[in-house]
């Protein structure tokens, strides 16, 4: 019974960190470019009262064994990398992707990579995140520039007044990772390689699986909030199984408490 009280005591820790991680996507629903993430659980050690293929009395040879679990832990929470809906903006500095990829992000503390595309241009005409962070590689577009245009490619090009011919400012370049599930979250929607996600391999939008340019949107969260509704219900249901398993572990505790001679 003691032994329940503790595995049933990890279920409802391991529950309480799943509804954080509902929490956290609900929150998130109109953030632009976030990715849902899922908690994911594994089971602990296990008690084993006979080992499975041990010789029982009978001299015959045991097919399963005994053996009693001892509760669950949080193995690891992992992020949902799905496309998430395209909405309009208007604005010729909103950038979607479409596929994989990440824009890249020059910070003081070197590369990030991120899903949002919500770009402006600050006071030197470079195109930066809301926070002031120039894109990776700059591209700067002069102030007086006309019909700023940027292609599936990420290439970009603008007219200038009494002129007619297109010029090119720069090329948007897109980072792509065999592992983008070991990318650390940093906030602000950024994100950074780890030994885990191995190194970016940078390229051309559209080419070599690269994911293409898509001017005038924004991807927004691919949270559904009728799946997250349905996983906040199961995660307070076992929440409450396995309280109801401590309290009736403290039931049977007190009824031998109770016995008398």
């Known amino acids: 019974m003691m032994r329940a009280l503790f595995s049933a005591a990890t279920g409802m820790t391991a529950q309480q960190t799943n509804v954080d991680v509902i929490a956290n996507n609900l929150a998130n629903l109109n953030t632009v470019g976030f990715k849902r993430t899922r908690a ?6 296990y008690q084993t009262l006979r080992a499975p293929g041990t010789t029982t009395i009978q001299g ?10 001892m509760g669950t832990r949080l193995a690891a929470t992992t992020r949902m990398w799905t496309q998430g809906e395209f909405q309009q903006t208007g604005d010729p500095f909103s950038l979607a992707i479409e596929g994989d990829g990440f824009f890249q992000i020059n910070t003081p503390d070197g590369i990030v990579y991120t899903r949002d595309g919500t770009f402006k241009l600050d006071a030197t005409g470079k195109l930066v995140t809301s926070d002031g962070f120039a894109l990776e590689p700059a591209i ?3 102030q007086n520039a006309l019909n700023v245009s940027i292609g599936t490619d990420g290439t970009v090009t603008f007219i200038l007044p009494g002129q007619t011919e297109a010029q090119q400012a720069g090329q948007i370049t897109l980072a792509k990772f065999i592992n983008p ?13 780890t030994t885990a996600s191995g190194n970016a391999i940078t390229g051309t939008p559209g080419v070599d699986g690269m994911g293409t340019v898509r001017q005038g949107f924004v991807e927004s969260s691919n949270v559904k909030v009728v799946e997250e509704l349905v996983n906040l219900i199961i995660a ?3 929440y409450e199984v396995n309280s109801k398993a401590i309290q009736t572990s403290d039931e049977m505790l007190q009824t031998a408490n109770s016995l008398r001679r």
């Open 60 to 69: 015959q040879q045991s097919p399963t064994g005994i053996q009693v679990g």
């Open 236 to 238: 307070q249901r076992a």
């Open 181 to 193: 599930a070991g990318l650390q979250s940093i906030g602000n929607n950024m994100f950074r390689a």
């Open 40 to 45: 994911d659980f594994a089971d602990l050690l």
């Open 140 to 142: 700067t577009i002069p």
